[in-house]
Nanobody, 124 residues
Framework: QVQLVESGGGLVQAGGSLRLSCAASGRTLSSYAMGWFRQAPGKEREFAAGISWSGDATYYAVSVKGRFTISRDNAKNTVYLDINSLKPEDTAVYYC?????????????????WGQGTQVTVSS
């Protein structure tokens, strides 16, 4: 079983950038495909980005493509989400998730383990 801890969230102005990190412990991260999701107040959790276990393949939600970049460093047991040109509508709790089945698509049921989330707030 893997434990996931997100970090890097905070309060930023619109147009700014953030790097979110997801650190894994308990098992090596290379055993899992990974995803990032987000949940805004009053809304359902939505997929943002996914990455294969090796990092060779990525997948993005249409709404974030071009502004979000997912990457991973298996040697550091960490997955990253770089967010550029932040908008107020990016305000949400951001979660990372691990898939033992090597799924990195948009459906949350494809993921087995979840972190507790990190808050990102974008001011206008």
């Amino acid at each position: 079983q893997v434990q996931l801890v997100e970090s890097g969230g905070g309060l930023v102005q619109a147009g700014g950038s953030l790097r979110l990190s997801c650190a894994a412990s308990g098992r090596t991260l290379s055993s899992y495909a990974m995803g990032w999701f987000r949940q805004a107040p009053g809304k359902e959790r939505e997929f943002a980005a996914g990455i294969s276990w090796s990092g060779d393949a990525t997948y993005y939600a249409v709404s974030v493509k071009g502004r979000f970049t997912i990457s991973r460093d298996n040697a550091k047991n960490t997955v990253y989400l770089d967010i550029n040109s932040l908008k107020p509508e990016d305000t949400a709790v951001y979660y990372c998730a691990a898939s033992a089945g090597q799924f990195y698509g948009s459906h949350p049921y494809g993921y087995n383990y979840w972190g507790q989330g990190t808050q990102v707030t974008v001011s206008s």
